[in-house]
């Protein structure tokens, strides 16, 4: 396993007024919780009380009761949630503010690239939403069938998004950013009856083009009857007799819609991870899953509270955004979306999108901090950020220099940027941080309420103080149903390494403090002459380097070590590639870490290639660099930074 060096001071602690109006607090006083350490040891070992409190603390309300909260009848991998209940979550999102305060609250604010902008109401919403509804309804959609959404971020989507649901089919969220053959395999291994797409979006003042790409995929999906067309350019046209105009069929239906009583673990999505290890893997959400375990981090974790409003960076196609829409609407809050370039047209949008909409919860990644603090501080500096109260994070794990640059810049010192861990299978998080405990640079607090996690070694033995496999010790409500007529891959991926335990991939780590890390993929191990060595290490030494803005680190075949260290660095503005950089970059590696571990090389790259949500994919980055297949490159936001790598590539005999 990776050595990890633990240590570092308290960066962070609440104070006594931001302890007492949290949620966590009033929840742990609800149900005489003595202390944060108590309600995570009484939520994991007794679920019939602890999840149905949630249920009560989020205010959902169900068609039928349940008979039984947990069933684990058939094994922890397939256990069922809410027994014999009747939920359709829809309706707790939207119909049932009706008639509250909250109905006149914004659901939504959004924000396009050219300036465009519009807000809808939570009753805006649910009009919109059941309009939706009865379009997809007239074209024969039926519950349990599959609608995909290829998309980009605007009010349409959101109300796509949750008329799938109210019909009670299976919404399937594509990344907006995928190429014909990537939407083609997902609405394939879907069968997708519906897909609703734009004309094309805005990037860099540049055009475009949606429904090129989605009439390719469509061309190759025999199971797609119909197309739904959104003008986003003011282009939209219908090219094919299956295709619909959003504006002829959906504004003019009605906004009289039942919503449909579906059982509370019928399928209300299937989303598609990113595919970094593999061809990608659908996983399968419920009514009574994903949603609530989105809302329920969002309470314990960052704090959100009614009214608030969030803007995480993301898309549709990957977690956060689903996590986005079911999490706010059903805690009553105002979700931000933004469809355009975060350096467009200049490199303070995002801070001005802050001070615009009066963010309260901002969600970056690792990633984008880094390429937004090469603009320096000033774009930062020239906005009104005085609304944010928490800063969130997540994507990948952190180097101590951006974050304590998003902690001191964008936050003056006094938010917490609370970590975040989890994934698609997930439904959120298995480790976050909150706002009741104090804060280390790049740590979480441990596992929300609910997840009962722990750090082993190879034995499955827990382990402290040293780098140990991410585990779940017991099934939670989150937890995916399975991956998408692949069950047994669902089981081989998660569940085969330890009987009735949940292996999730992850290094992690926890400190003589109780502070969790998390370390980089466990699949991305670097093993040096016997060494395990994780690259999140190498890459926040080299990132310390002045003139170092970004890094990856890989290992490669070695006929003597059994694999060698490469390093990819990304340089800052004013500094150029030298050999007497290199080997300054080697030197430092060398020395933070043991010569045994010292690079074989350090390569010079413009950018490194990263999913839509910012994340590493350093499998393609190997694969490049070795000239080998690369394998599924659907979620690559970025393709042209491949070309730079493989021209650095070894000599081949």
């Known amino acids: 396993m990776p050595t990890f060096e633990f240590g570092g001071e308290i960066a962070w602690r609440p104070s006594p007024e931001v ?27 007794d679920p019939e009380w602890f999840w149905p409190a949630v249920f009560d603390d989020l205010g959902l309300e169900f068609y039928e009761p349940f008979r039984q909260v947990l069933d684990v009848s058939k094994g922890p991998a397939w256990a069922r949630w809410c027994v014999g209940a009747r939920l359709n979550i829809v309706h707790n999102c939207l119909d049932k503010w009706a008639g509250t305060p909250t109905d006149s609250r914004p659901a939504i604010h959004w924000e396009g690239e050219e300036g465009t902008t519009a807000t809808l109401t939570y009753a805006e919403l649910r009009d919109a939403t059941k309009r939706c509804a009865n379009a997809l309804r007239s074209l024969g959609v039926r519950k349990g069938d599959r609608v995909a959404l290829f998309l980009p971020m605007g009010p349409e989507l959101v109300a796509a998004f949750f008329a799938v649901v109210t019909i009670g089919a299976v919404v399937l969220p594509l990344f907006s950013g995928y190429g014909a053959d990537a939407v083609a395999s997902r609405l394939q291994d879907a069968e997708a009856a519906v897909v609703i797409t734009a004309d094309g979006f805005w990037r860099r003042g540049q055009r475009v083009s949606m429904k090129a790409v989605a009439d390719e995929a469509v061309a190759a999906s025999p199971s797609v009857r119909h197309v739904i067309v959104v003008s986003r350019l003011g282009s939209a046209a219908a090219t094919h007799p299956r295709d619909r105009l959003w504006s002829d069929l959906v504004d003019a239906q009605s906004t009289t819609c039942e919503t449909e009583r579906t059982d509370a673990e019928d399928p209300l999505m299937l989303i598609y991870t990113s595919g970094t290890t593999g061809r990608p893997k659908g996983a399968v959400h419920t009514h009574c899953g994903f949603p609530i375990k989105a809302a329920q981090d969002m309470a314990h974790g960052f704090d959100v509270q009614p009214g608030d409003t969030m803007y995480w960076v993301s898309d549709i196609g990957w977690m956060m955004g689903p996590w986005e829409l079911f999490g706010m609407a059903l805690i009553g809050g105002t979700s ?12 303070d949008r995002l801070w001005a999108l802050v001070e615009r909409h009066r963010v309260n919860i901002l969600g ?18 020239a906005h009104d950020l005085s609304s944010l109260r928490i800063l969130g994070s997540t994507g990948e794990p952190w ?69 140990g496999e991410l585990v779940v010790r017991a099934p939670w409500i989150g937890m995916t149903r399975g991956f998408w007529h692949d069950p047994e891959r669902y089981e081989q991926t998660y569940w085969s390494r330890f009987p009735g335990v949940w292996v999730h991939g992850d290094w992690a ?24 060595l994780g690259p999140a290490e190498v890459e926040s030494v080299l990132v310390e380097h002045p003139a170092v803005l970004e890094a990856a680190a890989i290992g490669v075949p070695d006929e003597l070590k059994g694999q060698a260290l490469v390093c990819f660095c990304v340089l800052r503005d004013g500094h150029a590639p030298s050999a007497e950089l290199e080997q300054a970059l080697m030197a430092l590696v060398a020395t933070r870490l043991g010569k045994p571990l010292k690079p074989a090389a350090v390569r010079f790259v413009r950018d490194l290639p990263k999913t839509r949500n910012a994340k590493v994919m350093r499998r393609v980055i190997r694969a490049s660099y070795l000239g080998d297949p690369p394998g599924d490159l659907s979620s690559l936001e970025n393709p042209q930074s491949l070309s730079d790598i493989a021209r650095q590539a070894p000599a081949r005999g």
Not at 336 to 347: C, E, I, N, R
Not at 368 to 380: D, F, N, T, Y
């Open 19 to 45: 302890i007492e109006r949290s949620r966590l607090t009033a929840f742990m006083r609800r149900h005489q919780c003595p202390s944060f350490a108590a309600l995570l040891e009484r939520s994991t070992a």
């Open 336 to 347: 931000v979306l933004y469809d355009g370039a975060l350096d467009y047209p200049g490199p």
């Open 364 to 381: 970056v990644s690792p990633t984008l901090i880094r390429s937004l603090m090469k603009h320096g501080e000033a774009p930062v500096r």
């Open 399 to 467: 180097n101590p220099e951006p974050w304590r640059w998003l902690f001191e810049v964008a936050g003056g010192g006094r938010l917490p940027i609370i970590n975040y861990s989890g994934g698609t299978e997930v439904s959120g998080g298995l480790v976050v941080g909150n706002v009741i405990t104090p804060l280390k640079p790049a740590a979480f607090a441990g596992p929300p309420p609910g997840i009962a996690a722990d750090v082993v070694d190879d034995q499955a033995r827990p382990v402290r103080n040293q780098v």
């Open 509 to 532: 780590a926890i400190d003589d403090d109780g502070l969790w890390y998390i370390l980089g993929r466990s699949d991305d191990t670097i093993k040096i002459a016997g060494k395990r």
